[in-house]
């Protein structure tokens, strides 16, 4: 116990970065991904034909690739021809990369609302955005609690990949102290930390479910 004491300070320090990593990526994304979502479904064609090419890239390439990509490579676009620091490299990596998985859980929650409820609120007078805010949004954020908790507890882990960034993040403090101490105690601890992590959200997201479901009753 008195080593575990003695590895909790770099370990504490590297979980505050994977925190300001998941909080960020979390409060930019979810915005982001539900204005892709609107484009992707919208009567536009050009829009949404580039939000799909959009959605498709960042699905379909790893985020360890994006990341390295806008770190490394950004600077080498004439165009662009900056270098971003690492921590607004990795977080633009990751907004860019769960914008996309959230703007697709936005959509089939957005299209699973019958169309009968729009003709209503057209019925009614609401603009489309009025429909939006006030009919359609709260019913789809019922039904994509389960999907969304899903990306959240996924995010969570998804961040030990800002390591290849040289971030002192859990995951590389545990590997430095695993290296030093040749004992494989850190990474136990590290490990804990992420279990704790994901239990809150867990919990938190099973609250959510509860709560609609009560409503829907």
């Keep these: 116990m008195d080593y575990i004491a003695t590895i909790l300070p770099p370990l504490l320090q590297g979980s505050a970065v994977t925190l300001q990593v998941f909080l960020i990526t979390l409060v930019l ?25 959009y959605i498709w890239l960042m699905r379909g ?8 990509f806008i770190y490394f490579a950004l600077p080498f676009i004439p165009v662009i021809g900056m270098r971003l620091p690492d921590f607004p490299a990795a977080i633009l990596a990751f907004v860019l990369n769960y914008a996309a ?13 019958d169309r009968g ?33 899903n990306e959240t507890i996924t995010l969570v882990k998804d961040t030990s990949l800002i390591y290849v960034l040289a971030m002192n993040d859990l995951l590389r403090a545990a590997r430095g102290i695993v290296q ?10 590290a490990a804990a930390f992420y279990l704790i992590m ?18 829907d009753e």
Excluded: C, H, W
């Design 180 to 189: 030093r101490d040749f004992t494989t105690s850190p990474f136990v601890v």
């Design 117 to 149: 409820q729009y003709e209503g609120a057209k019925v009614l007078g609401l603009s489309y955005p009025q429909t939006m805010r006030r009919i359609v949004l709260p019913q789809v954020l019922k039904r994509i609690l389960p999907p969304m908790s």
């Design 198 to 215: 994901t239990l809150v959200l867990t919990y938190g997201f099973q609250r959510l479910e509860k709560k609609y479901a009560v409503y």
């Design 101 to 113: 998985y959230f703007a697709e859980i936005f959509r089939a929650g957005i299209q699973s609302i």
């Design 61 to 68: 390439t790893p985020l360890m690739l994006q990341m390295l």
């Design 29 to 53: 994304a979810v915005p982001l991904g539900l204005g892709l979502a609107l484009l992707r479904i919208s009567r536009f064609g050009i829009l949404s034909g580039l939000v799909n090419g």
